[in-house]
C-alpha cells in the first residue's frame, strides 16, 4: 500500500536529488503531472506552433507519459507522432487510452539512433530527467539528426529550482547550453504560477 503522504514527485525529483522511479511513479499514481488535464498548455500549444510554422512532417516524442500531447499534437497537425518512454508501465497505459497512436518503450540514452528517420525530435518535459546524459544525447543528436529539428518544451521555476542549477535555471541559460542553431523561443506564465513555460526549437547542424 502506497504512503499516503508521498506524491508522485517523491519517485522523480525530491530535495534537490534525482530518483528517477517512473515505473513505480505510474503504478501508485494513475495520473502524474495531471497529464490528462494538459498542464503547461502555453508551452505545449507553443511548440504545436513551431511543428506547424516549420512545416515538420513527422515527429519523434520523446517522454510521451501517458500519451495526451501526443494526442493533442495529432488533433491539431494530423502527424501521428512515434511517441517514446523509458517506463513500460506508462507506455502499457498510453496504448489502453489511445490505441490509435503508436507508443514504444525505448532509453534514448542507447536507442535514440534508430529513430533518424523522423523529421523532428520532441523533448517533453524530460529535461530535468536526463542532464546528466544530456551531453552525450546532443552528440547522438549531431552525428545522426543533422539537418533535423529539435524542439523542446520545458518548464522553469520562479526562484525554487533546486536540482540541475549548475546546468541551467531559466530558459536564455538553457538557449546557451544547446549546441544547435536556435530558429524560435517562447515562454509565457501567469502571476499566481511558480513556474514559467517555455518552448524552444533548434535545427540541428
Not at 512515434?82 to 517506463?87: G, P, Q, Y
Not at 544547435?180 to 509565457?188: I, K, V
Request: aromatic share 16%; hydrophobic share 35%; with cysteine.
Amino acid at each position: 500500500m502506497r504512503d499516503k503522504e508521498k506524491t508522485y514527485h517523491d519517485y522523480v525529483i525530491k530535495d534537490g536529488k534525482f530518483i528517477g522511479k517512473f515505473n513505480e511513479m505510474y503504478t501508485e499514481f494513475d495520473d502524474p503531472w495531471t497529464q490528462s488535464n494538459q498542464p503547461n498548455k502555453y508551452s505545449r500549444m507553443a511548440g504545436i506552433m513551431h511543428i506547424k510554422n516549420f512545416n515538420i512532417k513527422s515527429i519523434l516524442e520523446c517522454g510521451c507519459g501517458l500519451g495526451y500531447y501526443a494526442d493533442w499534437v495529432k488533433r491539431e497537425t494530423q502527424i501521428t507522432p512515434k511517441s517514446i518512454d523509458i517506463s513500460s508501465v506508462a507506455i502499457e497505459k498510453a496504448r489502453k487510452l489511445f490505441p490509435n497512436l503508436d507508443f514504444e518503450i525505448v532509453n534514448i540514452s542507447t536507442e535514440l539512433s534508430r529513430f533518424n528517420n523522423y523529421d523532428c525530435v520532441i523533448f517533453s518535459e524530460i529535461i530535468w530527467y536526463i542532464l546528466p546524459n544530456l551531453i552525450d544525447i546532443f552528440k547522438i543528436l549531431e552525428k545522426d539528426f543533422k539537418g533535423k529539428y529539435l524542439l523542446v518544451n520545458q518548464v522553469f521555476y520562479k526562484g525554487t529550482q533546486k536540482y540541475g542549477t549548475e546546468y541551467f535555471t531559466n530558459l536564455n541559460e538553457f538557449i546557451n547550453y544547446v549546441p544547435f542553431t536556435l530558429l524560435g523561443q517562447c515562454e509565457a506564465t501567469t502571476i499566481n504560477d511558480s513556474t514559467i513555460e517555455t518552448s524552444t526549437i533548434f535545427k540541428i547542424q
